[in-house]
Nanobody, 122 residues
Framework: QVQLVESGGGSVQAGGSLRLSCVAFGYTDSIYCMGWFRQAPGKEREGVAVINSDGYTTYADSVKGRFTISQDNAKNTLYLQMNSLKPEDTAMYYC????????????????RGQGTQVTVSS
């Protein structure tokens, strides 16, 4: 089993930055891919960015050039650096992990955190 704990959410004005963190506990050797997902009220959950154990990354078009996903394997921690934030980035952000293939489909990720709220005001 793997447990994921997110932190770093908060409120920021448009154009600002935030960094989300996600610490993995438990059988972390089983993880091949980790990712960040978000869901805004009334909208479907979106795969923001994913990274596999080789460091290969994939981003949603809506965040390319603004967000950067990274990982520190020694600390079992996943990060999401979010720059140039926009009001439309407002959502609950979730960290997720899987021992399987790396996609931006939340249903493929069996390990999920509780989420951290990001609010961007105009």
């Amino acid at each position: 089993q793997v447990q994921l704990v997110e932190s770093g959410g908060g409120s920021v004005q448009a154009g600002g930055s935030l960094r989300l963190s996600c610490v993995a506990f438990g059988y972390t050797d089983s993880i091949y891919c980790m990712g960040w997902f978000r869901q805004a009220p009334g909208k479907e959950r979106e795969g923001v960015a994913v990274i596999n154990s080789d460091g290969y990354t994939t981003y949603a078009d809506s965040v390319k050039g603004r967000f950067t996903i990274s990982q520190d394997n020694a600390k079992n921690t996943l990060y999401l650096q979010m720059n140039s934030l926009k009001p439309e980035d407002t959502a609950m952000y979730y960290c997720a992990a899987t021992g399987g293939g790396c996609s931006r489909n939340y249903r493929d990720f069996g390990y999920r955190g509780q989420g951290t709220q990001v609010t961007v005001s105009s």
